[in-house]
Every structure is written in C-alpha cells, then in structure tokens.
C-alpha cells in the first residue's frame, strides 16, 4: 500500500505543477494536499509547527510572486492597471479558448486590448505591454515552480 499512498502524494504534487500553466487549477491547494494525504496515509508526526510555518511563508511568497512578476513585466514595459487586469483575464481565458498555447497568447491579447480600450494607447505601444505580461507571466511560473520544488524538497527532508 506505500507505493500506492506514495503515488497518490506524487500525482497531487504533479497537478500542482500543471495549476502554473493552468491558472484555473488551484496548485497550492494539491500541494496542501499532498503534505495531509501523506498525513492521513503515514503520520502527522513530522509536521510540526515549523513545517508549517515555513511552509506557509513559502505560500505567502508563491502569491507575492505571482503578482509582483506579472505587474513587473507589464509596468516595465509601460503598462497601466488596466493592461495588468488585461492581462490576468486572458491568462485565466487563454487556455480555455486556444488549447496549448492560450497560457501565453491569452495574456497578451488581454493587455494588449485593456491597454487599447482603456488607455486609448496607440497598437505598437499596446503590443510592447502585451510583450511585457508575457514575460512577466513566465517569470512568474518559473519562481513559482522554484517555490514548490523548494516546498516539497522541505517536505521530503522532513518525511523521509
């Protein structure tokens, strides 16, 4: 039965991971998951309340980061408010609407037509900002994938 608990901790751990490229899917929850699965299965023991503490700071940082690097990318490329809010919708729509690869062009053409509705900007000025929530967005799945393998490397150390 370990190798079976053991699987179920890993395919949570792995729908965590996905959750970065499909913002819908709540990642931090699957990996909160994986840490009580693997207390319900094994032992709560070795989840003391540094574990958590640690662990919860490690939560807050994969939100700071989440929004920091987004709102970094489009203001460094001129980007208002509205091309942030463009942006986060069409990385929630994107995917839905063009499979694949609406996690990238979804937050593009989302800033991109936030900043031309909204802020009446001129397009190549608008297509520099789309530019720009792209390479903040990517930004953003690489700390935050950094942050969760830091979570579960900790979580590892503290189990096994």
Not at 11 to 32: E, N, T
Not at 117 to 142: A, D, P, Y
């Amino acid at each position: 039965m370990t190798i079976v608990y053991w699987t179920v901790i890993s395919i949570l751990f792995v729908v965590a991971f996905v959750g970065l490229l499909y913002p819908i899917i709540p990642g931090i929850l699957f990996l909160l998951a994986g840490f009580l699965v693997y207390g319900l299965f094994f032992s709560f023991e070795p989840f003391n309340w540094l574990f958590w503490l640690i662990q919860g700071l490690f939560i807050i940082l994969l939100f700071i980061a989440d929004y920091v690097a987004n709102l970094i990318g489009i203001k460094k490329y001129g980007g208002s408010k509205a091309g942030i809010w463009g942006s986060t919708i069409g990385i929630l729509i994107g995917p839905f609407v063009i499979p694949v690869f609406g996690i990238l062009i979804g937050p593009f053409i989302g800033a991109i037509a936030a900043e031309l509705i909204v802020n009446k900007r001129n397009f190549t000025e608008s297509l520099k900002i789309g530019f720009g929530s792209v390479i903040g967005f990517i930004s953003s799945i690489v700390t935050k994938a950094i942050i969760q393998i830091i979570m579960i490397s900790y979580f590892l150390l503290v189990v096994l």
